[in-house]
């Protein structure tokens, strides 16, 4: 996990310091709140994929929406990135007008002009999954009260905002690797998790909370990670 956060560590400060998000604190978010979470994730993931990965190129291509209806469109693409295990290209729609965001696999065909780059997409999947830090929304909520516990424990500890950022993530991801559906469990959506917690703002608790705090979360998990802040 270690090489994880020091690979991604620059995208996601670019992310981080381009979308100003706070949010008070809730025991319990509403259906409209979490999609907002989700929300907070991909524009993060849009955010890494235009510094990482950069295209610049018009193309030509068929492209079936999703509700099933194919068009020809050209667009100029911008960069491309990852969200929730699917390769998205971030474009200019010159029919519509507007940026529009083109999930690869409901583009049927692709103009001469532009396929090697389709290619060369292909070649950077083990990179843009490295960058997706989706977590679903319902997944983030069995961690959110733990999480948010444990940055507001590890600020007053002293600890910085990337000590405490990592801690969060390193929390999540044990409680992830305890959990039942373990063998999907990813680094990067423990960061995903740790970028969320960092979106809210924090009331002032104190460590005879831990029981009401700790959710759906592992106990254990976040006694072991309290204990590391010292």
């Not at 524009?43 to 018009?58: A, D, H, K, N, Y």
Request: charged fraction near 25%.
């Amino acid at each position: 996990m270690e090489s994880s956060f020091h690979e991604q560590r620059h995208p996601i400060t670019v992310a981080l310091t381009s979308i100003q998000r706070s949010r008070k604190y809730s025991a319990y978010r509403s259906q409209r709140e979490l999609e907002a979470d989700a929300a907070l994730i991909y524009e993060v993931q849009r955010t890494i994929g235009r510094f990482l990965f950069p295209i610049g190129r018009p193309a030509l291509i068929d492209y079936r929406d999703f509700g099933g209806i194919p068009t020809r469109r050209r667009i100029s693409v911008k960069f491309a990135f990852s969200y929730n295990k699917a390769v998205y290209l971030e474009s200019h729609c010159h029919l519509r007008g507007a940026d529009r965001s083109f999930k690869l696999n409901n583009i049927e065909w692709v103009g001469a002009d532009f396929p090697h780059i389709v290619d060369k997409l292909d070649d950077y999947h083990t990179s843009l999954a490295a960058c997706d830090f989706f977590i679903h929304p319902k997944k983030w909520g069995q961690y959110r009260k733990a999480a948010l516990f444990l940055r507001q424990q590890a600020l007053q500890s002293g600890a910085s905002d990337k000590q405490a950022f990592e801690a969060v993530a390193r929390f999540i991801f044990d409680c992830q690797q305890r959990g039942r559906w373990n063998e999907w469990a990813t680094p990067q959506q423990a960061i995903g998790g740790a970028l969320l917690a960092g979106s809210f703002d924090l009331p002032n608790w104190s460590r005879s909370d831990i029981d009401t705090m700790t959710g759906k979360a592992s106990k254990m998990a976040l006694m072991n990670a309290l204990d590391a802040l010292g």
